[in-house]
């Protein structure tokens, strides 16, 4: 059987889920990828070497119509709630008959609900339906009409709770290859010199975009509070020290933020080999946020590195007795765990034991690679269109004696 997964953009780091799930489906079958490029766009350089299927337009229903033309598979599978692959994946789930599985890795239609009350709500999406940007495959209007459209998927993979009691379908957590991400793979300190990252202070762990949500500055006013009691600095994998938000980071914490930019995935377990916690608070309560988890999180895990996160999504399930969790708009309890954490370290290395354990038992690549194999052929064998097939293919065994 061959599997076809339609991405709606190879341009940015979305991709690592259809990445991921490429290399889990080559196990079983046939899996070609496409992905939409507009003008002067480039695969995101981090999984440029993985073979994608380009699909090259300057327009939204021309790159629909090329894209749609290009499908070879059996099964198609669409990531994201987006014309450019769900949209896509509708098409030929109506014209040709093709099984559809759509892929939820979060909340993409959140955006109106930051209103407080139905009304505004309502006068948001109306305002959207009727403007500009019918042009804009990833608008909100796109993906507001698309989200109504999720149960004509044959199934739906979510990648948390909160996906799965809005949608139903299958959970399918985005976790890490834990042969990969295995901490038993490097030495902290040589690692640490590699990176020149002192060796005797206890190291603190921030990946991603920092801002003003995402609770640099009480990470930071913890490590002035305890300095002189613990030797900490805070690691920022994302953006460099030229970074106007990052500066002021520096800056506040005199020296004890480490700006190491932007980094490929490939070089994320080594980097996380240097950490003794890593921190994942958001410190604003966001419609976003309730339909995400960051897949640091696992990585961290899986490298036995304790994980400060706030009380959001699936993180309290995740993290039970094996992380912390904070209260996302309570300042001073994370800079109080921050500091528990720092000061009382062979706890936090339990933790990390914990963690590490729990990713392999419930979040690892192979666990995934179950969950996945059994939607595909479930949805593969319950679909009009395939039981007829392989009714044709028993009767020509039949006819041909083979």
């Keep these: 059987m061959r599997i076809t997964i339609l991405v709606p953009s190879l341009a940015s780091n979305g991709i690592a889920r259809p990445w991921i799930l490429a290399q889990l489906l080559a196990r079983h079958y046939e899996v070609e990828t496409l992905g939409f490029l507009r003008p002067g766009e480039r695969v995101f350089p981090w999984f440029a070497d993985y073979p994608w299927g380009e699909v090259p337009a300057a327009t939204m229903r021309e790159g629909m119509r090329a894209m749609e033309e290009r499908i070879t598979g059996d099964v198609v599978l669409a990531y994201c709630v987006s014309m450019m692959s769900f949209g896509v994946g509708l098409s030929a789930r109506r014209r040709r008959g093709l099984p559809l599985i759509l892929d939820m890795p979060e909340w993409q239609v959140h955006d109106h609900w930051k209103h407080p009350t139905r009304v505004r709500r309502a006068l948001m999406i109306v305002r959207n339906l009727v403007g500009p940007g019918w042009e804009d495959a990833h608008s909100f209007k796109y993906r507001w009409i698309l989200d109504h459209l999720t149960r004509f998927a044959d199934e739906r993979l979510v990648s948390c709770e909160f996906l799965q009691r809005r949608y139903g379908g299958v959970l399918l957590p985005q ?225 041909l004696g083979v």
């Design 175 to 399: 976790g890490p290859d834990t042969t990969v991400f295995d901490p038993a793979r490097f030495d902290k300190r040589a690692t640490r010199r590699r990176w020149g990252i002192p060796e005797d202070v206890t190291v603190l762990f921030f990946g991603g975009n920092p801002m003003p949500n995402k609770g640099i500055e009480e990470t930071v006013a913890a490590l002035n509070a305890l300095d002189g009691s613990v030797a900490a600095r805070l690691v920022i994998v994302g953006r460099d020290a030229t970074h106007a938000y990052t500066r002021r980071m520096i800056e506040a914490s005199n020296g004890k933020v480490i700006a190491l930019g932007p980094q490929p995935f490939g070089r994320m377990p080594e980097l996380l080999a240097t950490a003794d916690v890593v921190v994942l608070p958001t410190t604003r309560r966001e419609p976003k946020s309730l339909g995400y988890v960051p897949c640091k999180m696992y990585e961290a895990m899986a490298m036995g590195i304790p994980v400060i996160a706030s009380a959001l999504s699936d993180a309290p399930q995740i993290l039970a007795a094996a992380g912390y969790v904070v209260p996302p708009d309570d300042a001073p309890a994370l800079e109080a765990t921050i500091g528990h954490v720092l000061s009382h370290p062979e706890e936090g290395r339990e933790m990390g034991r914990r963690a590490r354990q729990r990713v392999i038992e419930r979040y690892s690549w192979e666990v995934m690679d179950g969950i996945l194999h059994r939607t595909v052929e479930d949805v593969a064998g319950a679909h009009p269109s395939r039981r007829g097939a392989a009714r044709v293919r028993m009767r020509a065994s039949a006819i």
